[in-house]
């Protein structure tokens, strides 16, 4: 039907179209299109869809290796917030154990003073009653001296010839008892 | 006690025994002696070397001048003049050590702070003889730091009945 169009514009004469006006040279055309078209067909065809197939294959491969790297991406993600993970919890552990020592360093500085306040404390009580005995001591010993000096001296005053003499003669008999 | 102080006890009992007076001499002697010990001016003047002997000599002489048998201060001369005036103590109480050893007893030295009458130095040898089993023969040493009473001494007993004893045992209970 078209064909059969195609020959009437044609048969027309020159329309100032670009159909043709003489048939024979649209059958030349025609046949011209067929074999460029079978040659499209059986070489540019298998061409074309070799490069389809290369290009899909090529945008496959651009993707599997966009998604490999999507992937490692993804994966050195996940270690470097695993990482971030071990981070904080050894930042964690760091600050416990900062906190535990410095909990210990405490407990041992206020431990260490108060043996020191117990030690001076005993201290002071021993020097307090070293003191107490040395005085008491020094005191008696001060009584003792002038006690007996006064008491020698009365001692001395009142022996006179006759009282030491009693004294020899009383040495002489507690002698003589005893033998 | 050294050979030196032996030796000189020797010499001076020998010539106590010469006069026929140990008793006396030695007696004599054990007081100078202990005069000399409790004396330190005394000592320190008996035995300067600078002091020359016959001023050593003279010294004694003045202080035993009418005192002393002549025996005894000659004793005491020879002593001193041979520059051994301060051991005359210790030849005194060596010389008395050997004139009782001798006569059979031991020496009791008595300190007192009073001298003894005859009487009592008598008695107190006849208690001692009593109650140790053996003859003595007492010199008195006049100490007033016993203050009353006696100490005696006879080799290592020792008899203590001194007032200072007594005010020594108080303070120490006080």
């Keep these: 039907m078209l064909l059969a169009q195609i020959q009437v514009i044609a048969a027309e004469g020159p329309n100032g179209k670009f159909i043709p006006s003489d048939a024979k040279e649209m059958y030349w055309a025609i046949a011209a299109f067929a074999v460029i078209f079978f040659f499209f067909v059986k070489k540019g065809v298998p061409l074309i869809r070799e490069a389809l197939d290369k290009g899909q294959a090529a945008a496959v491969a651009d993707a599997t290796a966009a998604e490999a790297a999507i992937a490692e991406s993804r994966a050195k993600i996940a270690d470097a917030t695993a990482e971030l993970g071990d981070a904080d919890a050894q930042l964690a552990q760091i600050m416990a154990d900062s906190q535990e020592a410095a909990q210990q360093l405490r407990v041992d500085s206020a431990n260490r003073t108060q043996q020191l306040v117990n030690d001076m404390w005993a201290k002071a009580q021993a020097d307090v009653e070293s003191m107490k005995t040395q005085a008491s001591a020094d005191i008696q010993a001060e009584v003792a001296s002038q006690a007996m000096g006064a008491a020698e001296q009365v001692v001395r005053a009142s022996l006179d010839d006759a009282g030491q003499s009693t004294l020899v003669d009383n040495y002489i008999a507690r002698l003589g008892a005893s033998s | ?174």
């Design chain 2, 1 to 174: 006690m050294s050979e030196r102080i032996n030796g000189y006890a020797d010499a001076v009992l020998a010539i106590a025994h010469a006069e026929g007076d140990v008793k006396g001499i030695s007696d004599e002697l054990f007081v100078v002696g202990r005069a000399v010990d409790t004396n330190d001016d005394l000592r320190a003047a008996i035995s300067d070397a600078r002091m020359p002997a016959e001023r050593k000599i003279q010294i004694m002489d003045d202080l035993l001048d009418g005192k002393a048998r002549a025996a005894t201060k000659g004793l005491v001369s020879m002593v001193v003049g041979a520059g051994r005036g301060a051991d005359l103590g210790k030849i005194a109480a060596a010389v008395a050590e050997r004139a009782a050893t001798s006569a059979g007893k031991q020496v009791a030295t008595v300190r007192s702070a009073v001298a003894l009458s005859d009487d009592q130095t008598s008695r107190l040898a006849t208690a001692l003889a009593a109650k140790l089993g053996i003859e003595v023969d007492v010199k008195v040493i006049q100490d007033s730091s016993v203050v009353g009473g006696l100490i005696t001494t006879v080799g290592d007993t020792v008899i203590d009945g001194s007032v200072r004893t007594r005010l020594n045992r108080l303070r120490e209970s006080l």
